[in-house]
């Protein structure tokens, strides 16, 4: 390529990222099939909502749902001891954005990872915390009260922004991927080795159950106090998406908590995806629409809603753009299939400036480039949500 001919493709592509992506926009034909579409808001550093015009015009443009990356966290809100005053100044410096684009919304979680809600690498709660139930500086009692009053601070000020509130994820990620054999639940949703809450309810599940029944006093009265519509309260995981073990698993225990009497409205399928379905663990079809949507119907049939809360697929050794494109336009389609049963899309991320997995850029796992240019996956969700019911 000539100097001049590498200029002109520079420029014609910075034209075409100011002028925005080619065809509808993805939320505009979402609304027309009646369902959310949206992304998470890389809401930590470099900001980009703040500083990279092309991601806040994009972001603006083609998603109409959204949620905050990490700063709903509450390592974030309260990071230095449980008698700290919250700031919620990081999350609040998101609302306008949203606010601006339009968004309706969701939060991402009161217990965000809890298979490993003491690890070091548990981002999501504070050090404080994490190292003091390590150390033996909690009761059981001292335990349950904090997660209430986490409860009862975070919900009122999330529900409070003013912005539309789709839902609230209560607890995500409660289950790894160990075998699952055994007594039932023995070995299948994780206890008081990895969750110190587990421990706080005398090592059962109980903690499951109490953090939805406490996330749904919140909800209520914060909604009665803001004349607002309640907003449903889910569960999320990954690796579910197709009938796998983990899948069976998580059905079988929120059948029990359902009958239980446990307050959840809906079940949330994280979609963290690899191309050639392979990964952790590895789920055959999940380039199968049809098989996707079976599994998510099963889930429907328990009187669940159905979302779709973090899609992306990473790229590997193999791979091609279009089977890239072949796993997210299954996706989106089995939602579709079981609407409105399935009423929401978020990818995670937009972007491959901009991802959880941007230390590995091979793994390119969006629907844009690094330069905001559409992958074959953009055109293949356009297709699929122009598509007539």
Known sequence: ???????????????????????VPLRELAEQRG?????????????????????????????????????????????????????????????????????TVRTNGILPDSHNLYAPISTDLPKWLTSGYLAG??????????????????????????????????VNEAFWNQQMTGTWPSNWIFGPKENMFSWAFQNSTRWFSQAFHWTKEAVNAASAHNHIAPPRLFYSDYSIETPTAKADAVYNFLKEELQAGTPIDGI???AHMSCDCGGYPAQPGCNNASLI??????????????WVTELDVAMV????????????????????RIAPHCDAVMLWGFTDRFTWLQPNATKAPTILDANYRPKPAYFALQRELESPP
């Open 268 to 270: 949330g399928f994280q």
């Open 293 to 306: 949507a079976a599994n998510m119907q099963r889930f429907v049939d328990l009187g669940l809603s159905v």
């Open 137 to 170: 500086n909690f009761t059981e009692t001292q335990l349950q009260d904090l997660l209430r009053r986490h409860i009862q601070t975070a919900i009122p000020h999330w529900l409070g922004t003013g912005l539309r509130m789709a839902g609230v994820i209560v």
């Open 35 to 103: 369902i959310l579409f949206g992304t998470d808001i890389m809401d930590s550093w470099p900001n980009p909502f703040e500083s990279d015009q092309s991601y806040v015009s994009i972001a603006s443009q083609q998603f109409g749902y959204g949620t905050w990356d990490f700063c709903a966290s509450w390592s974030v809100a309260q990071p230095d001891g449980p008698d700290q005053p919250y700031d919620f100044s990081r999350f609040d410096a998101v609302v306008p954005f949203m606010r601006n684009a339009n968004m």
């Open 1 to 23: 390529m000539t100097h001049v001919a590498a200029f002109v493709v520079f420029v014609s592509t910075l034209l075409h990222v100011e002028a925005g992506l080619p065809g």
């Open 317 to 336: 050794e193999g791979c091609t753009p279009q089977m890239q494109a072949d796993v997210y336009q299954a996706v989106v389609s089995a939602c579709l």
